[in-house]
């Protein structure tokens, strides 16, 4: 029995020297891994030990999947690379006709080229520049001009029921307060009248109803559904439990055109300035004399926003923009797909068969392997001293869309991970970096599709998640 014993001992410790001698992928057990995950989910894994040069996990890495916000790396880095840290969207009025004794004796001209972050306190303060230069009257049309961008103002893909919802707002060249507007409702009435639809002044927006409070037997199964009509009109139907105090919706601008338009009359008006002339949209670029401008935060502040907030608009605004200032034509998201991938391909970034229907990753048309998203991240690495895009990445338990990540905001991962996330129904994606125990730099993809916990959802719909990621992560913090 010793000499059986002593055989077995041997053997353990050759497997064991073997095992060790693998690559380091072989280490961190990722199909035991996958089975926190509820049943039926697709998961593909990368990790890859920067220092070393050596991937460390691997599983499915090649597999095509949703991803989702992750997408916005590479639309980060293409803004980088053809845009510059000195570019600013800018917002301008311009004249083709003259000022005189209070009168302006032409049109004015209002320049969109899609700033994402523009409010509408900053486009009244703009049209306040008239004012100040003496102008009391316009003496002819309104010509909007957002021939920067053209054909659709969302991407393919899009679901869509979520079109009226405010995170799929249009990144049109028009973009006010972020295309998005809210109405209250007061429900406070007894079973079987209607609800009351409040549209705040400031919004030149219509909503009506046919909302009714429903008793206790009915509200369980009650769905309020919205319906999108012509000229920003908007029909709430449906019903809902008797509420005490008003409560807000929010809804996304449907014609961005029409409402710039709206508001900009109001503003006028606002401001003394007498207009009734037409409203123009010509699809070319208008020239004429500048009156005023306005320019958003510089590229770095804008990144940052969209990364740590994973911001679809300032995604989807630079998508496009890179597309205009690339090819010098108006740019469709057709065109921001072709420029962003001529950009990435010539820094030696590899998309196959890849799809990059947007920039926001919002589109249920991307797809993206692992592997793939791991090699724009091994780019960042490579050029951060240029780049300096590591720093917009949300920090683990710190901030951004992972500052309450439950797998992530205990010792040793919180505030050493920093990862972009990327999550649509069913998606729970990270794209990012972290050190391991030897202070050695890690990249790492996780793409998780099709999770789904069934009827639990409300109530344990995180919890595999979390154990998963939790397991992870540290087991790559340990990776020896």
């Not at 073997?18 to 961190?28: C, Q, R, T, V």
């Not at 710190?398 to 998606?427: E, H, M």
């Amino acid at each position: 029995m010793e000499k059986i014993s002593s055989i077995s001992t041997a053997l353990k410790t050759i497997f064991l020297t073997l095992s060790f001698s693998l690559p380091g992928y072989a280490k961190i057990d990722l199909p035991s891994l996958t089975n926190y995950l509820p049943e039926g989910a697709s998961t593909g894994i990368i990790a890859k030990n920067l220092n070393q040069d050596q991937i460390i996990a691997d599983y499915h890495s090649s597999t095509f999947m949703l991803p989702a916000s992750t997408q916005k790396v590479f639309t980060a880095v293409a803004a980088k690379l053809v845009l510059g840290d000195d570019f600013k969207f800018d917002t301008a009025l311009l004249t083709n006709g003259k000022i005189q004794n209070g009168l302006l004796e032409g049109n004015l001209i209002v320049r969109f080229t899609g700033d994402p972050d523009l409010t509408s306190g900053q486009l009244y303060s703009l049209l306040a520049e008239l004012k100040k230069q003496g102008i009391n009257k316009i003496n002819g049309d309104l010509i909007l001009d957002t021939s920067v961008f053209s054909s659709h103002d969302r991407g393919v893909g899009w679901i869509w029921n979520d079109l009226t919802m405010c995170f799929n707002s249009p990144p049109s060249a028009a973009n006010i307060d972020n295309n998005c507007f809210y109405a209250e409702l007061d429900a406070n009435q007894a079973p079987g009248e209607t609800v009351k639809i409040n549209v705040p002044v400031q919004f030149p927006i219509q909503v009506f109803g046919q909302v009714y409070v429903a008793d206790s037997r009915e509200s369980p199964y009650c769905q309020l559904d919205v319906v999108v009509h012509d000229n920003n009109r908007y029909q709430v139907k449906g019903c809902l439990a008797r509420q005490a105090k008003p409560f807000g919706l929010s809804f996304a601008v449907q014609d961005p055109d029409a409402y710039a338009a709206a508001i900009i009359q109001r503003q006028l008006k606002r401001l003394g300035i007498e207009f009734n002339g037409k409203v123009l949209q010509p699809q070319k670029p208008q020239q004429g004399q500048l009156l005023a401008q306005h320019f958003s935060k510089p590229l770095p502040d804008l990144l940052k926003k969209m990364m740590k907030k994973s911001d679809n608009q300032i995604a989807d605004s630079l998508f496009r923009a890179i597309a205009y200032h690339y090819y010098k034509r108006p740019a469709s998201f057709q065109l921001g797909t072709l420029a962003v991938k001529s950009v990435l391909q010539k820094q030696g970034i590899k998309f196959g068969n890849s799809i990059l229907a947007d920039g926001s990753g919002l589109s249920r048309h991307n797809l993206v392997a692992p592997k793939t998203m791991l090699s724009i991240l091994e780019y960042i690495a490579k050029n951060e001293d240029k780049l300096h895009l590591m720093e917009t990445f949300p920090i683990a338990g710190v901030d951004g869309t992972i500052s309450g990540r439950g797998g992530l905001i205990n010792p040793p991962l919180v505030k050493n991970v920093i990862a972009k996330t990327g999550s649509l129904k069913g998606v729970y994606n990270l794209a990012g970096f972290m050190t391991n125990a030897r202070g050695e730099k890690i990249a790492f993809v996780q793409f998780i599709n099709g999770y789904s916990t069934g009827e639990l959802e409300n109530k344990t719909k995180r919890a595999p998640l979390v154990q998963f990621e939790s397991e992870l992560y540290n087991q790559l913090y340990r990776e020896e």
